[in-house]
């Protein structure tokens, strides 16, 4: 989403200034064209000169260098973030004070503005500094943070500017298309894990990394999203409502409970096919040899196919080998809209790693093949399958 957008990145007076330093070169990573506007105070905590070699492009410091500068950077800009943003600096942007280039070039800029506060949790608690984020947050700027914890000066509290990683997903979503905005969809990610004893479980080896993706290039294009999730080491997207789940009767309960509000449903969880029958209350002691009774749990799937009525419902088929015939059986018995066939043969593909190499199959019958690619790219083409089904 960053691909060849023009990001200017306003830089105030804070110790959290270094922070700004690896947001710039996590922009250009994904291939923003970078420029950076530095207050005269944000150059007594880091030199302009790191930010030119990482950017590639003039750092901009003085209003009367270039007397259009304020403009020009403005007209070309796809967005503007203000990383960290001073409480001085959020007062002047609500009261159009104009006395320095990145304040003037805020009074010219008309696009998406990111605003990532960073101060002593006094000043950000202090009724004027408060009614002047309001205004600017009315006026359409979107705020980050806050976050709470040890501060420079040692206190504690509400004033830290958020790490790199939440401001750079604030900017892929802040660029992203709102083509889903309306829509509830319900993603299921992760393994399920079927208890033996208080300490084994049955599960398999999903990381959850797929249903993750989906679920966080859905909030970056509008949807309100609902994430079920087996155990999974993976932090939740900020934004979507998360419910934690182990068992796959408990995902079964939680999918059931709120599949009536969803419009589209993506079970990409890598539900247990079976759990043992009894379940010992104590642990089981070692033995030359063990068997294990097991039951076949519920298939959520094909339930969610019977009752789907208009929602769009896209299912997983994850196989050893591109067995499309299995996936087209699958997407037929099931009654869905759209199948996505995996393998998990193969270890650059699949479980637990950040690439997928996917075929979707829709429920008129045709074969979309795709390349390895990273796994927020494959959510991206199934959000737009999906999209397509739905019509």
Known sequence: MLRDRNVLLGVTGSIAAYKSVDLARRLVANQAHVKVVMTEASCRFITPYIFESITGNQVYTDLFKDPFSHINLSKEAHLLIIAPATANTINKFSCGIADNLLSTLWLTYEGPALIAPAMNFRMYSNRVVKKHILELKQAGAQFIGPASGSLACGDEGEGRMVEVEEIVEAALAALSKKDLAGQNILITAGPTAEPIDPVRYISNRSSGKMGYAIARAALRRGADVTLISGPSSLEPPRGVTFIPVERASEMEAEVF???????????????????????????????????????????????LGKKKGGRVLVGFAAESGK?????????????????????????????????????????????????????????????????????
Request: charged share 40%; proline share 2%.
């Open 257 to 303: 409970k709120r599949f009536k509000k969803s419009t589209s449903v993506i079970m990409a969880a890598a539900v247990s096919d079976y759990s043992p029958t009894d379940i010992a209350k104590v642990k089981i002691r070692k033995k030359d040899e063990m068997s294990l009774k097991l039951k076949k749990n519920a298939d959520i799937l094909r339930e």
């Open 323 to 391: 067995d499309i015939k299995s996936a087209v059986a699958k997407l037929k018995a099931k009654n869905l809209d759209l199948i996505v066939l995996n393998d998990i043969s193969r270890k650059d593909v699949g479980f637990d790693v950040d690439t997928n190499e996917v075929t979707l199959i829709n429920k008129k019958g045709r074969i979309m093949e795709y390349p390895i690619m990273k796994k927020i790219e494959v959510a991206d083409i199934i959000l737009d399958r999906m999209l397509e089904a739905g019509k």
